[in-house]
DNA sequence: CTAAACCTACCTATTGGTAGGTAAGTGGCC
DNA sequence: GGCCACTTACCTACCAATAGGTAGGTTTAG
């Protein structure tokens, strides 16, 4: 009838911020609206200023929701108990896997592209997510490292930083070439720099 | 007066390519608009219609642009005999120096991070761009293979997508950063991964 | 006289956002 | 158990601002 139940409603907050992400990483942030997430959702638009009263808070909520997803898919990776090198390779897994046939890019690197558009707050948490990205590279090198794994050329965080913009390029580039053998090329290139 | 002379006046064309191309670096291909250009030249953004008619057409003009002004920086390279280490160091210092101080990016990159959003005529336009990039670092390769200067690991074609792909992801974290270290560091690191 | 290089004035669609509803579910109190 | 206050999760209907774009002038130079 009409409206649904409450026990039929789907979890709108988490399926706002899926789409919204998914348009960033396709789009970009400024080529969407709330408009566009609107008929994906099939609600009206002014709903969605109920979860997310403007589209900053909603740039922010999605990456919140990405720096928790990170916390599970390092715990995740945790219990696979991979030696670093293979730590590194399910990593660069992982952005093969978003890319999702060159369509996708990481959503960080479409955030960090359109930078001067962006609201503060928002900068401040994509940066912090980036960081995130980049602490957790250092930890897997410092103990590829102890492991003889990897070489010891300049501090862990510069190879971390390398490592994180190669891959961000490489999605890019990727998707513009639309052919993912391109990322691969990279990353092969990337353990081949890194090992010891 | 009122209304400069014919003779007083710019070449509005050229200041229009000019001020999109900075506006696509610091903030992207859908974060400015005509108005916003309009008002940086101080004239109407009718007539801007009357050089690019649709914001496609700019877009693939300013493109164009960079195409010709790759042309001039390849030739003054050439003349100024570099071996190919130091081509290839020239080649980073330029988007060093395009980094205006962490605010701006490569613009090829900021239109790679909006791919979707971005229409078919311009993104073959971005894609032309990329490719002269490559080709012309896969010359330099060559050429330092045979000096002996770097080392023969795969293609010279993927080395150089590697080099591509680096550099477009360090200006943007870079940026992010606001620490233009951050892109030396990964060129250092460029330099040693290629090195013979 | 013509054409280049603008202009004013307008258009429709869309933008992010707000005001004020309303149906359905939740918890407390008698 | 029944009533009532309250909250949740939406809704309709609007808003001013801005988007890209067009029609049809006007000024200036050659």
């Not at 589209?55 to 715990?75: N, P, T």
């Not at 900068?123 to 897997?140: F, Y």
């Not at 990897?150 to 190879?159: H, I, L, P, T």
């Amino acid at each position: 009838m009409g409206r649904p139940t409450l026990a039929d409603r789907k979890d709108t907050r988490s399926e706002l911020t899926k789409v919204a992400l998914e348009m960033i990483q396709t789009k970009g942030y400024n080529a969407f609206s709330y408009n566009d997430l609107a008929e994906r959702l099939n609600i009206r638009k002014a709903s969605i200023h109920y979860y997310f009263p403007t589209k900053e808070d909603l740039g922010i909520g999605l990456i919140q929701d990405r720096l928790k997803a990170a916390d599970v898919w390092q715990k995740a990776i945790e219990d696979k108990n991979l030696d670093p090198q293979g730590q590194l390779q399910a990593y660069f897994d992982y952005f093969a896997g978003l890319s999702q046939n060159c369509t996708r890019i990481c959503p960080v690197g479409a955030l960090s592209s359109e930078w001067g558009s962006l609201p503060p707050k928002l900068q401040q948490a994509v940066n912090a997510l980036v960081k995130r990205h980049q602490v957790w590279l250092s930890g897997v090198l410092e103990k590829g490292r102890a492991a003889g794994q990897f070489n010891k050329k300049g501090a862990v965080e510069e190879q971390a930083q390398f490592i994180y913009a190669s891959v961000q390029g490489a999605l890019q580039t990727s998707r513009a070439q639309n052919n993912l053998d391109y990322f691969n090329q990279v990353t092969r290139q990337l353990r081949e720099a890194l090992k010891a």
